[in-house]
C-alpha cells in the first residue's frame, strides 16, 4: 500500500517532468515557426518605417543605418531597373549603369515587373557563399523606389538548440528540487494524518487519553481539532456509562444484599414470633382444658400469656417504627433541646430495666449541651443504646454514659457515648450489630427479651437525621456513639 508521502512525492515528479517535456516539445514545433511570424513582422514595421521618412523627408540614410544596428534589418533601396539608391550590406555589386548583383538574392526583376503599388513578397532564401538563410522583404515604396529587407533567420534554430539543451539541464534541476520540496510537504502533511491514524488505532482500544497537537487552521487542523472533540466526547460517555455501570453494580449487590436481609428478616421474625405464639397457645390450651387445678398456677399461667403478648407487642411496634424510619414515612420534627436532661431521663428509665439493679450507672455530662434534632427519636436511641449495655454488660458490670462536645471537630458537634463493660466485639459482629435481628449473643436472646432490633432503630434513626453513629472497643469493654450537631446561639 502506497503512502500519501509516495503518491504525493510521485505527483510531484510526474508534474514537473510533463511541464518540462511539454515546453520541450512546444519549443521544439513552434518556436522556430514563431520567430519566423515575428521577424516577419519587424520587416513590416521596417518597410512602413522607412516609407514614411521618405514621405515626411527625414535623413533617410542615418535612420537605416541606425535599423540595421539596433534591429539587424539590412536595406537595399532600388528603382524599377535595378539600380541601387542605398544600401547597408556588403555583398551587393554594381554591374554598369548601376545595376546591382545580390548573392542568394530574391528575384527582384519579376517582382518589380508583376507588382502594384503599395504591393510586398517575404521569402526564405539562402546564401550558399555564406552559407546562411535569410527572411527577404521585397515591397514598393510610395515615391517608387523599392526596398528589399533581409534578416538572418539562422539563430532561431540555434536558439531553440541552446533553449532546449537548458530546459532540459532546468528539468533535471527542476525534478530534483520537486523531489525535496514534495518530500517537505508531503512529511508535513502525512505527520498529522498519521497522528489521527494512531490516535484512532488508540480509541478502538478504548484509550481516549492522546490527543492532537493541532498546529494548522486548515482541513487536516481541523480533522484534528474534530478527533480531539471525538475522543473528550468518547471519553466522558465512556466515563459515564463506567460510572453508571458501577452504580448498577452496587445497586444489583445491594438488592441482593436487601433480597437476602428479608429472608432473615422473615426468618427472624418467623422465629421471634414462633416462640410466644407457642408459649400462649400452650398454656391457653392447658387452661382451657382446665389441667391447671389451682388458683396459684392458673395465675402463672395467665401472667405467662400477658408477658407473651407484651413481648410481640412490643416486637411489632419496632417492626413498625424501624419500617417508617427506613422508608421515610415519619418526618423529622427539628427542634432545639437539652440532650443532657434527655439522657438523664432515659437513663432513669434504663435502671427500672431487669437486670439493671446488678450494675453501676455512671454519667459524665456538662450542665447541659443543646442540640438540634427530633427529641422523639433521640431518646428511642439514647434507650436502645442503654438497653443494650445493660442487656451485655459484663466483668465489673458497669454502664458509663458520656456527653461531651467535640471541639476538635469541624461544626463542634456533641457527642453522645454509652459504654457496657464487657468482651469486645470482633469485625464481623461490629460490622453486623446493625442488622435487624442480629444478637452478638444469641443464648442470651430469651434470658433478656431482647428482639435484636433495638441497634437497627438507631441506625436508621441516625440515616434519617445524617449523623455519625458507631461502635467501638476501647479498654474493658465497648462503646456505642452518635453524633449531633450543636444547636445555634
Known sequence: ???????????????????????????????????????????????ASINQMYNSGEDVELEMDKMQVNQGVQVIIFTQRLEVRYYTWQNVMNLGFGRMRIMGEPDLLGFVNRQTNNNYEISR???????????????????????????????????????????????VFSILVSMLISWRLSTQIARPIRAVEDIAKS?????????????????????????????????????????????????????????????????S??????????????????????????EENRDYYFHVISDEADKMNALVKKLVSLNNLEAGHDELYLEDFDVVALVRSAAQRGRSLPGAEELDFLLKCP???????????????????????????????????TVRQMQETPGKPVRVEVFNSGSYLND????????????????????????????????????????????ENIEDGVSFWFELPAASE
Open 125 to 171: 532564401n539562402y546564401d550558399e557563399r555564406l552559407g546562411m538563410e535569410y527572411l527577404d522583404l521585397v515591397g514598393a515604396l510610395d515615391n517608387g523606389y523599392y526596398a528589399l529587407l533581409r534578416i538572418p533567420i539562422q539563430t532561431i534554430t540555434d536558439s531553440a538548440g541552446i533553449a532546449n539543451r537548458f530546459l532540459l539541464i532546468t528539468a
Open 428 to 471: 464481623e459482629e461490629r460490622e453486623r450489630v446493625w442488622e435487624s435481628f442480629y444478637k452478638a449473643d444469641k443464648s442470651r436472646s430469651r434470658e433478656y427479651g431482647g428482639s435484636g432490633l433495638g441497634l437497627s432503630v438507631v441506625r436508621a434513626a441516625m440515616e434519617r437525621h445524617k449523623c455519625a453513629y458507631g461502635v
Open 367 to 401: 450542665e447541659e449541651a443543646w442540640v438540634t434534632a427530633d427529641d422523639f427519636l433521640i431518646e428511642e436511641v439514647v434507650f436502645n443504646y442503654i438497653t443494650n449495655a445493660i442487656h451485655y454488660a459484663a466483668g465489673r458490670k458497669f454502664v458509663r454514659i
Open 269 to 294: 421474625v418467623s422465629h421471634e414470633l414462633k416462640t410466644p405464639i407457642a408459649l400462649i397457645q400452650g398454656y391457653a390450651e392447658a387452661l382451657e382444658e382446665k389441667v391447671v387445678t389451682s
Open 203 to 267: 480509541m478502538s482500544s478504548m484509550d481516549f487519553s492522546r490527543r492532537i497537537a493541532v498546529g494548522s487552521r486548515d482541513e487536516i487542523g481541523s480533522l484534528a481539532s474534530s478527533i480531539n472533540a471525538l475522543s473528550d466526547h468518547l471519553q466522558e460517555t465512556i466515563e459515564e456509562l463506567q460510572e453508571k455501570n458501577a452504580q448498577l453494580e452496587e445497586d444489583i449487590d445491594y438488592i441482593s444484599k436487601m433480597d437476602e436481609r428479608r429472608k432473615e428478616f422473615l426468618a
Open 1 to 47: 500500500m502506497k503512502s500519501i508521502r509516495s503518491k504525493l512525492l510521485t505527483f510531484m515528479c510526474c508534474l514537473t517532468a510533463f511541464v518540462l517535456i511539454f515546453g520541450w516539445l512546444v519549443n521544439s514545433l513552434f518556436l522556430e515557426r514563431f520567430y519566423l511570424y515575428s521577424k516577419g513582422n519587424t520587416l513590416l514595421r521596417s518597410m
